[in-house]
């Protein structure tokens, strides 16, 4: 069967493509196998449902291994290099947050998570604090790109709000936005980030190397 050749790397590249196109929830079965210029069975070779299909799209959006600290680097400078990656990484796909919240990061991601904690415990951290630190800053960051994309969708095709006309109303809020930046800014998730590293500075006991 010729059809039973179709590669799994190329199906789920594909599924990642149409992502971008229609989006978490017009990402079906039938829209990929037409894409891919196959019959719906073509593609339960090599995955038995929906589900896991998303799951194995979730690995390949996680895949690129962060690896440990720079050299030089400290345990905090680390950790919000690796925060910043891994919005940027769940940016680069429409729906990407959905995508990794719903789905299963598999073995090769929990291998990783592991080596992650190994490291933390070598600067200082208990696996408990290691554990709860890097959950922590992995929660905040997909939640926080959940709220950014939302808002991008309803955005779709509009303009950015015109702060002056709310600024008789909401004078405090449009002060704080021009002065920080928006809720859903970049300015807005490193300072979260920072508090978080903050919080996790302040439970570390005896603090950890590099502080």
Do not use: C
């Not at 928006?182 to 903050?198: C, T, Y």
């Amino acid at each position: 069967m010729a059809q039973k050749g179709l590669a799994r790397e190329t199906v789920v590249r594909a599924a990642l493509e149409l992502l971008d196109e229609v989006g978490l929830d017009g990402l079906t079965v039938r829209r990929l196998a037409a894409r891919l210029g196959v019959q719906n069975p073509a593609l339960y070779w090599h995955f038995r449902n929906k589900q896991e299909l998303l799951d194995e799209m979730t690995r390949e959006l996680l895949a690129p291994d962060m690896g440990g600290p720079h050299e030089g680097e400290s345990w905090r400078e680390w950790l919000a290099r690796r925060a910043h990656r891994y919005r940027r990484r769940l940016l680069s796909h429409r729906d990407g947050a959905r995508l990794v919240a719903g789905g299963d990061p598999g073995p090769t991601v929990a291998r990783a998570f592991e080596k992650e904690l190994e490291i933390l415990t070598g600067l200082g951290f208990t696996p408990g604090q290691g554990l709860h630190a890097i959950s922590s800053l992995s929660h905040y960051t997909l939640g926080f790109v959940l709220n950014e994309q939302a808002r991008g969708e309803r955005r779709t095709g509009g303009e950015a709000p015109d702060l002056a006309a709310y600024a008789a109303e909401f004078p405090l809020t449009v002060a704080g936005v021009r002065e920080a930046g928006a809720p859903a800014s970049d300015e807005a998730f490193s300072h979260g980030l920072r508090l978080i590293l903050d919080g996790i500075a302040g439970t570390i006991d005896p603090p950890a190397a590099g502080l």
